[in-house]
C-alpha cells in the first residue's frame, strides 16, 4: 500500500502547481481584458477629440474583437483550471482512502438500498460505511447504476467473470486513464439524475421539421431577409453616424437599391411563421439547452476513452459499440451534437432576440438537433452504456492497484465450493483478522458459537463481501480464494416494521422463506444466518434451528449459522451430519476482556454475557 499512497501523494503535488499556475494565468488574462477594455476607450476619446474619424471606426472594431478573443481565452483557461481541480480532488480522495478516510465520502450509493434484496442490506454493500462507498470512483448516473448491478446480481457463468477479471488486470496499472475518467465524470451535472428523459428525446423525432421543401424555403427566407436586414442596418448606423459626427458620408449605391419596407416586411413574415408550433420547438430547444453541459462531458469521456488500445475481450466488445458503419467514432459523432446544444445554450441573451426574427435561429436550431438524432440519435444510449461501464470496471480496478497483495479469485465449476486462507474483511483496513474457510460437500454447514463481540457476524460479513467481489471480477482480500457461482442469501440485520405491523421475529421468518423457497427451486445457495430466530422462546429456536438446518443442508446448499444455544452443536453427532462446528472466544487479563476474532474449531467453551451484566451494573454473585 506504500507505493500506491506514494504516487497518489506524488501527483497531488503535481496538479496543485498546476491548478495554482492556472489560476496565475486566468488572473492575469482579467486583468489584461480591464486593461484592453480601459486603453481603448482612453484611445477613443483621443481619436474624437482630434476627430480622426477613420481610426476611431478601426480601434472599436479592433477592441471588440480583442475582448471577444481574451473572453475566449478566459473560458478555456477556467475549464482546464475546472478539470485539473478535479483531478487534483480525484488523487485527494484516493489519498483519503488509504488513509482509512473513506467514511466521510458523500456519495455512499445510500439511493439504491434495497431492505428487501437477498444480501446487499445485511452486508452493507450501500449505505454509511459501505461497499459502494469505499470502492466508488463512477460519477454518471450509468456508472453507478451499473457498479450497483455489479455488486447486486448473480454473474451468469465463470466465463463473464474471468473475462471482467482481465478487463480489471488491465485497466489497473492504468492510473492516469482511471484518473482522467474519473476527472472527467466528476464535474458532470446532476450525478443522481436518470438520463432516461435525454435518452427518451434524443429517440423522438419531430419529423414535421424536416420535410425537404420546408427546409429549403425556411434557409432561402432566412439568407433574404439577413441580406436585406444588414443593408437597411448599414444605412441606419451611416446615418446616425453622419449626426453623430456632423458629416456627410455617403454609401455605395447597392446599400440603396433595397427599399427600406423589404426587410421590415420579410422580418414581419418570419415572426408570423415563428408562431407556428412555437411551443414544441421551444421544449425542444429547451431539453437540448438543459443536457448542453452534460453532453460536452459525455463526449470527453468518449473521446479519452477511444484514445487507448485495450487488448481484453471485455473491453474490446465494449468498443465495437462507439464506431458506425462509416468508421466514425462516438465522439466525432458526439462533438457535432455538442456544438449545437451549446449555440442553443447561448440563445439567453438579448442578441437571441434580435437576431431569431431575422435568421430564424429557432427553426435551424430545431433542423440540426432533429438531423442528427436520425443519424446518430439511435445509438446516443449505447455510448452512455459504455461510458457506465467504463466507470464500473475503473472502480474494481482501483481496488486491485491500492491493495497490490490481494489475489483476483480463482471461479470454478463443480459441487458448491468455497476455500479461503488468511481472509480478511476488505473494509477494516489494517485493523482487520484473517482466517482460513473451506466450505465443501462433505461439511457444507459452518454452525459458530461464541461470546458477544467476539466477531461471528464479522466473519460471515468477511465471506459475504468476498464473494460479492469475486463475483463482481475484482480481487478479494485473501492470501488464496477460490468458489462456484451460487445464489447468496443472507438473515443478519432484522428490526420491527411498525409501519406494516411486522416484527421482528416474522420480519426474519419472511426472510428465511426467501432462502427455503430459492432451495426448493434447485439452486445452489449459500446462506449466512446470524442469531438464528433470536426473537422467539429457547424451545422453539432449538426445534426450529434444528429443522432448518437440515433442510437447507441438501446438497448443492452452503452455509454458516451464528448462535448463542449450545445444544446446536450436538448436530455434529446426528447421523449423516454435514454441520461443522466452530466458534470464536474471548480472554481476560486484568479484569479486562479481550478477543483475538480467530476462527477455531468445537463449540465455544467461554461466555461473557454475565461480565457484561456486571459492566451494566447488574449485581450478580
Known amino acids: 500500500m506504500i507505493l500506491p499512497l506514494k504516487e497518489y501523494e506524488k501527483r497531488k503535488i503535481k496538479y496543485n502547481s498546476l491548478l495554482k499556475k492556472q489560476q496565475k494565468f486566468g488572473h492575469n488574462i482579467t486583468n489584461l481584458r480591464l486593461a484592453v477594455f480601459i486603453l481603448g476607450l482612453i484611445t477613443l476619446i483621443i481619436m474624437y477629440i482630434f476627430k480622426k474619424y477613420i481610426l476611431f471606426d478601426s480601434i472599436v472594431a479592433g477592441v471588440i474583437v480583442l475582448l471577444f478573443y481574451l473572453a475566449y481565452i478566459h473560458k478555456n483557461i477556467s475549464d482546464k483550471e475546472q478539470y485539473i481541480a478535479s483531478l487534483y480532488a480525484v488523487n485527494e480522495n484516493s489519498i483519503k482512502l488509504l488513509n482509512g478516510e473513506w467514511k466521510k465520502f458523500k456519495d455512499n450509493g445510500e439511493d439504491f438500498i434495497d431492505i428487501h434484496h437477498n444480501y446487499s442490506y445485511d452486508i452493507d454493500v450501500f449505505g ?4 459502494f462507498q469505499w470502492m466508488n470512483t463512477a460519477h454518471t448516473y450509468m456508472g453507478r447504476l451499473r457498479l ?14 474471468c473475462d471482467r477479471q482481465s478487463a480489471i488486470m488491465e485497466l489497473e496499472p492504468k492510473i492516469y486513464f482511471r484518473q482522467r475518467l474519473e476527472a472527467e465524470g466528476k464535474i458532470i451535472h446532476n450525478k443522481e439524475q436518470n438520463p432516461k428523459e435525454l435518452f427518451s428525446w434524443i429517440e423522438e423525432s419531430q419529423d414535421f421539421i424536416l420535410k425537404k421543401q420546408e427546409i429549403w424555403v425556411l434557409r432561402i427566407l432566412s439568407i433574404v431577409t439577413a441580406i436585406t436586414s444588414l443593408t437597411l442596418t448599414i444605412r441606419i448606423i451611416n446615418y446616425l453616424l453622419n449626426i453623430f459626427w456632423n458629416t456627410d458620408r455617403s454609401l455605395p449605391k447597392m446599400f440603396q437599391a433595397i427599399p427600406y419596407y423589404i426587410p421590415i416586411f420579410l422580418i414581419s413574415i418570419q415572426c408570423i411563421i415563428l408562431r407556428v408550433k412555437r411551443k414544441d420547438r421551444v421544449k425542444n430547444l429547451a431539453t437540448a439547452e438543459k443536457y448542453n453541459y452534460n453532453i460536452k462531458i459525455y463526449k470527453n469521456m468518449l473521446g479519452h476513452i477511444e484514445k487507448y488500445k485495450f487488448k481484453s475481450k471485455y473491453i474490446l466488445n465494449l468498443y465495437k459499440e462507439l464506431y458506425n458503419n ?46 442528427w438524432k436520425i443519424k446518430s440519435g439511435k445509438n446516443f444510449e449505447k455510448w452512455i452504456d459504455v461510458i457506465g461501464e467504463m466507470e464500473a470496471l475503473s472502480s474494481i480496478s482501483t481496488i486491485k492497484y491500492n491493495n497490490p497483495s490481494w489475489i483476483m479469485p480463482e471461479i470454478i465449476t463443480g459441487s458448491s465450493r ?15 483478522v484473517c482466517n482460513s474457510l473451506n466450505m465443501g460437500e462433505s461439511h457444507p454447514v459452518m454452525l459458530i458459537t461464541g461470546s458477544n463481540m467476539s466477531g461471528k457476524s464479522t466473519f460471515m460479513r468477511t465471506v459475504g463481501i468476498n464473494i460479492i467481489l469475486a463475483y463482481a471480477g475484482a480481487p478479494v482480500c485473501a492470501e ?16 420491527d416494521n411498525l409501519t406494516n405491523n411486522i416484527s421482528s421475529f416474522y420480519a426474519e421468518i419472511l426472510k428465511i422463506k426467501n432462502i427455503v423457497k430459492a432451495s426448493e427451486e434447485g439452486k445452489n445457495v449459500l446462506f449466512l444466518l446470524d442469531e438464528i430466530f433470536k426473537g422467539t422462546n429457547s424451545i422453539d429456536r432449538h426445534t426450529g434451528a434444528i429443522i432448518l438446518i437440515n433442510q437447507l443442508s441438501r446438497n448443492g ?21 454435514k454441520v461443522k462446528n466452530y466458534h470464536f472466544s474471548e480472554y481476560y487479563r486484568k479484569n479486562k476482556i479481550y478477543f483475538d476474532y480467530k476462527l477455531k474449531h468445537g463449540i465455544s467453551s467461554t461466555r461473557n454475557a454475565v461480565y457484561l451484566m456486571k459492566l451494566a451494573g447488574i449485581e450478580i454473585n
Open 480 to 495: 488464496q480464494f477460490c468458489c462456484t457461482i451460487i445464489d447468496l442469501y443472507t438473515c443478519m440485520q432484522i428490526s
Open 326 to 371: 462509416e468508421c466514425i467514432s462516438a465522439s466525432g459523432q458526439l462533438e457535432n451534437f455538442s456544438k449545437i446544444c451549446s449555440s442553443v445554450a447561448n440563445r439567453r441573451n438579448m442578441l437571441y432576440s434580435i437576431l431569431n426574427p431575422i435568421l430564424m435561429l429557432e427553426y435551424h436550431w430545431n433542423i440540426s438537433v432533429e438531423t
Open 148 to 161: 450497483k448491478k455489479i455488486l447486486t446480481e448473480k454473474p451468469g457463468n465463470e466465463h463473464s467473470i
Open 557 to 577: 446448499n452452503l452455509g454458516i449459522i451464528s448462535t448463542h444455544d449450545l445444544e446446536l452443536g450436538k448436530m455434529i453427532d446426528h447421523k449423516n451430519s
Open 418 to 432: 468455497i476455500t479461503a486462507e488468511n481472509m480478511g474483511h476488505p473494509l477494516l483496513g489494517e485493523k482487520r
Open 128 to 131: 454509511d460505511n459501505s461497499l
